[in-house]
């Protein structure tokens, strides 16, 4: 795992979390299979965590309902303004502003904000998805780089949730540990 870190060409966190998938192809994928997973739920099981002292699997959900809609608005200013310089967010800073949100609310917003920006980047001209713009932090970024990093985030969390049973069901253990 961390031998896939120090070779990834610039520093996305989650490049292991996709495992050599395609990301577009997982992209496309990961928030139906979120949806499906936590269908049966009710809203106190949402708010179980995943682990001892963790999220809730609510505000996980909030978390990735507030991600697209960051990484989806930092793609658009990207190709929309020149040089643009991306403005970090701060996950912790972030999660107590929608903190009242319930959780079926969160995966609307996520799942269709994540309609929204498949139907972006599968509009996009030949050349946009190599759009450079800065990051005070993670320097020179693409188009393409972010697509990789909301396909990696996505399945971080999906993780995640997969480690927490259906109601009645055992709990599992998750299959990497380490990697969560
Ligand atoms: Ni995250």
Redesign the pocket.
Known sequence: MRLCLLMATAPNPYECDLDGRDPFEALADTAGRIRDAVASWTAADFERSYAPGKWSIRRVII?LAQ?ELALGARMRFALAEPDYVAQPFS?DAWLPLDEALDAAAALDAYTVLRRMNLSLLRALPAGHLDREFSHPEYGMLTIRWVVSQMAG?DL??FRQIQTVPDPGEPRRTPKNPAAD
Do not use: E, S
């Open positions: 978390h991600t996950q985030h971080h969390h």
